[in-house]
């Protein structure tokens, strides 16, 4: 059974050498020896370096996501209301994601790759739990919509490139536009009167 410990010394030594270091100037070999084991240890847990920046991708983001997830057993809370704490929980992802970017002061090339990283994760990530959520609103008859796996992805797309705010760079104001304009499509597609979902804007001020 692979050590966590050592698994997690992997992934702090990764994490540390992307605060100085491009990620494609950063080999196993460095990794291993920042992390104080052999080479060959690394293999053991991970099949590339690749793999090991998708774990610590996740690692990262674990706590919002675990968050969200939970949230699709919470029956008792209106779909609404956790579509809401869905939006928050992008948000957190994005803020810690751009936190760790700055400190590794990388490249545009750098940047790419690492938000498409970061974009593919929290997609995948929270479809279902969203998608899982509208199917419990259309079965209480609080949402009206045929599919919810198609919204849940609409929904994350456009909130993964506006938080992440690199892909389409926008004002403040322009990202508030944008996320109101969709909350009134939610509205709409949902059949909800027009106001009633003002409130999913508060986690995003």
Known sequence: MPNQLKYNRILDALQELLKNQKMQTI?????????????GSIYYYFPS????????????????????????????????????????????????FLKSEERAGSDTQEKVFLRQKYVNHI????KPVLAEIIRQGVETGDIHFSDPDGLA?????????????????????????????LILLL???????????????SPLS
């Open 27 to 39: 080999s196993v070999s460095d990794i291993a020896q920042t992390a104080g084991i052999g080479k």
């Open 49 to 96: 370096k690749d793999a090991i920046l998708d774990a610590l991708v996740e690692r990262n983001y674990e706590k919002p996501l675990r968050t969200a997830k939970d949230l699709a057993d919470q029956t008792e809370i209106s779909p609404f209301t956790r579509m809401a704490m869905i939006f928050q929980a992008c948000r957190s992802s994005s803020s810690e």
């Open 123 to 126: 997609i995948t990530e929270l």
């Open 153 to 181: 992805e609409i929904v994350l797309i456009v909130l993964a490139v506006k938080f992440d705010n690199s892909l389409v760079p926008s004002s403040k104001e322009d990202i508030e536009r944008t996320i109101n304009a």
């Open 187 to 201: 509205e709409k597609g949902t059949e909800n009167p027009a106001g009633s979902l003002n409130f999913l804007r």
